[in-house]
């Protein structure tokens, strides 16, 4: 059924001095039926109203504003009873393009086509609200962990805290003290451990299962049903999110062994010196015997294939704790600390100065270090490349190695999720659970399910405390989210989840392979997707590859995409301009395009500009119609992939160049030439880099010449 459209032109902000806003006007009245059409130069201020009131007594169904970008202004043109639909007539438009050039009219009138052409294929979303389980469950009770669990207790929400070994504390049980988080910062303070764990234990809504294990996790936000083992008898219950804590562990000390460790006597690790120091005594392990000069060595070389990447930022500051505990314990020790890189962040650097100041301590750089056997149980070290500019060996009665910090592998042992994409929790090239450390941490590949603590990254106690917390909070909003059916970060907000019309459906099951977070599963009963609407992100990845375009959005489908290209015109003669089409990514490209506007770069006119939630979304038949229909060009502009950019929906960008290589066999068999399509990877920071961008692409299609197909098609 078709709605009632209405259609707001704004003139405001320079757009009526170089577009013909009448004319804009006219085209939504005439060709394309909207029901009700005004134009204004204050819609975003005093002149809002006057859409409300159309809304509200006109039954303006389905609100189209041709103003300024989708980006901005979203709480002023938020109608609940209506749909809405922006284009981007300023940034992209009027303040990127010259005014006198017809084609910048074009533009905007093809921008005005396309967007009512979304507006007339949308659905209103009906949200998913099947459960709101209001419990969160904590998985570890170390200190991260324990900050999660009293943090959302304290927040009103009830806490099922699960904790492998028998009492709670983590590693931190096993510290003598932390380096100082209090002014003046110099001196190793106690670990408040005993009062954290005494205040969980008292708290109402938390329930502490010790010496126990999280057996089995399925479902979705709102409701993941839990099976815990406990004394070998399963225990079962619903929670509404999950927060991961479980730690770190030791690194395999295989990789100290070039170190000396497992081989010369009197070599142990900065943990097993914590263990002593809570023993009250630190001697020489090989025969007890009374300790006068000690060497700290960190394992920090970036070139050492055993360094734990990320972890000397903590292994840096443990030295110095050591160092400085081992002096107050005897000021007659000499303390030798050897570093390739001394990390000692903000305030911490009070700290360094402080182990700094101490006579007893002596800090050296060195590019090499080594260890062998010495006489008498003692050590020799030599280091090379020190600040004392040659090679430097000394013989210490104990040799004390960093201990690297690994995640307690969290996608072999935590959670035991019960998804099709396997048990495990993703995690990123380093082994931490983190999908995206760039732009939201805490989240990982899982909805629902936050990383707290070092099963994050490497961090100290009061790190982890504060990670806790956060986590908990947003494992709070994630709980709050999914009990309105909307999604999480970092489309929050969007009512809408992937339909599949089963019917259609071929079972190859792409769909629940490349989905980033597991948000689609295989019916056992009918073998077609079925989709936990919950778990979704809202990228549209599944939409993207599918073969059969059967899987859609209420607001975001093929259809209404492939709906949109069709609706932008096409110049015809053998001197036309070009035409590019350019599907931008909505949270890199999009706004790296509008930041051009905003610093009044010049754009070509050429292209017509589509946003898509991801390039992950872009299914090739799209791009082939793209095509048919006669566009010189199409641009796919997205994120930049790789190690050291991240997607916001994890491998976006690589799927879709994958998909290229299909695309470029259908302009085969066009005989067409493949470099029509591009992939054009830009940072949302690059907003200098779009001008260069869109005119190559521009240029190249104008080398290639008027697409063929584009007189063959009405």
Not at 251 to 276: C, F, H, K, W
């Amino acid at each position: 059924m078709t709605r009632k459209l209405g259609v707001y032109v704004c003139s405001g902000c320079g757009i009526g001095d170089c577009l013909k806003t009448d004319r804009l006007a006219e085209i939504a009245k005439d060709e394309l039926g909207a029901a009700v059409v005004r134009s204004s130069a204050a819609f975003c201020l005093e002149d809002v109203q006057l859409i409300r009131d159309d809304v509200a007594n006109e039954g303006v169904e389905a609100v189209v504003i041709a103003a300024c970008s989708q980006r901005v202004n979203t709480d002023v043109f938020a109608f609940p009873e209506a749909t809405v639909d922006r284009i981007n007539i300023r940034e992209q438009v009027v303040w990127c393009h010259n005014a006198e050039d017809p084609e910048t009219q074009s533009m905007a009138e093809d921008h005005l086509r396309m967007g009512v052409a979304r507006s007339l294929k949308r659905k209103p979303p009906v949200p998913y609200v099947e459960s709101n389980e209001r419990r969160i469950l904590v998985v570890g009770g170390g200190v991260a962990g324990l900050n999660a669990a009293l943090n959302a207790a304290r927040g009103g929400f009830d806490v099922v805290l699960v904790e492998r070994e028998a009492r709670l504390g983590g590693v931190a049980a096993r510290l003598h003290r932390q380096y100082p988080k209090h002014p003046p910062y110099q001196a190793p303070e106690e670990i408040p451990l005993e009062q954290l764990v005494a205040s969980v234990e008292a708290e109402d809504r938390i329930q502490v299962y010790a010496g126990s294990r999280v057996a089995r996790v399925s479902g979705e936000p709102g409701h993941f049903e839990v099976t815990v083992a406990r004394n070998g008898t399963p225990l079962t219950f619903v929670v509404g999110a999950i927060v991961l804590a479980t730690g770190w562990k030791p690194a395999d000390e295989a990789r100290l062994q070039r170190y000396g460790y497992g081989r010369v006597p009197n070599v142990i690790t900065s943990l097993e010196l914590e263990d002593m120091m809570m023993k009250g005594a630190v001697r020489r392990p090989s025969d007890g015997g009374a300790i006068k000069t000690i060497a700290l060595i960190n394992v920090d070389d970036a070139t050492d294939e055993q360094q734990i990447p990320y972890s000397g930022n903590v292994e840096s500051l443990v030295a110095l704790k050591q160092a400085l505990y081992l002096r107050a314990g005897d000021p007659d020790r000499q303390v030798y600390v050897a570093y390739r890189y001394m990390h000692a962040p903000g305030l911490n650097e009070y700290f360094y100065k402080s182990a700094q100041q101490d006579e007893g301590i002596f800090l050296t750089r060195a590019t090499d270090r080594s260890v062998s056997r010495g006489e008498d149980g003692r050590v020799f070290v030599d280091l090379d490349s020190t600040l004392l500019g040659g090679r430097l060996k000394i013989a210490v009665d104990l040799v004390v190695l960093g201990t690297g910090m690994e995640p307690a592998a969290p996608e072999t042992d935590g959670l035991n999720l019960a998804y099709l994409q396997g048990e495990g929790l993703p995690v990123n090239r380093f082994g931490y659970a983190d999908s995206n450390f760039i732009c939201f941490p805490y989240e990982t590949r899982r909805t629902g399910i936050y990383s707290a603590g070092c099963v994050r990254k490497a961090m100290d106690l009061a790190e982890s405390a504060r990670d806790g917390a956060a986590a908990a909070l947003k494992a709070i909003q994630c709980i709050e989210q999914s009990s309105a059916g909307s999604a999480v970060h970092p489309r929050v907000g969007d009512l809408t989840y992937p339909e599949i019309l089963t019917r259609h459906c071929t079972q190859c099951w792409r769909c629940t392979q490349e989905c980033p977070f597991g948000a689609i599963e295989v019916d056992q009963a009918t073998r077609t997707p079925r989709v936990n609407p919950n778990r979704c992100r809202r990228c549209g990845t599944c939409m993207g590859c599918c073969p059969m375009q059967v899987i859609s959005f209420a607001d975001y489908s093929v259809d209404i995409l492939s709906s949109m290209v069709r609706a932008s015109t096409l110049p015809e003669g053998d001197d036309a301009a070009p035409r590019v089409l350019v599907l931008a990514c909505e949270n890199d490209a999009y706004p790296a395009i509008d930041m051009a506007g905003v610093n009044r770069a010049a754009l070509p006119s050429s292209v017509r500009i589509v946003p898509v939630r991801c390039l992950g979304s872009v299914n090739r038949a799209l791009v082939a119609d793209a095509v048919i229909m006669g566009y010189d060009a199409v641009a796919l502009m997205g994120c930049r992939s790789g190690e050291d950019y991240q997607c916001h929906f994890i491998h976006g960008s690589e799927v879709l160049q994958t998909r290229i290589a299909n695309i470029r066999e259908v302009l085969d068999r066009l005989a067409l030439e493949s470099e029509r399509v591009q992939f054009l990877e830009v940072q949302i920071s690059e907003a200098d880099r779009i001008p260069e961008m869109l005119n190559a692409i521009v240029e190249k299609a104008r080398a290639l010449g008027t697409s063929p197909l584009r007189y063959t098609v009405e």
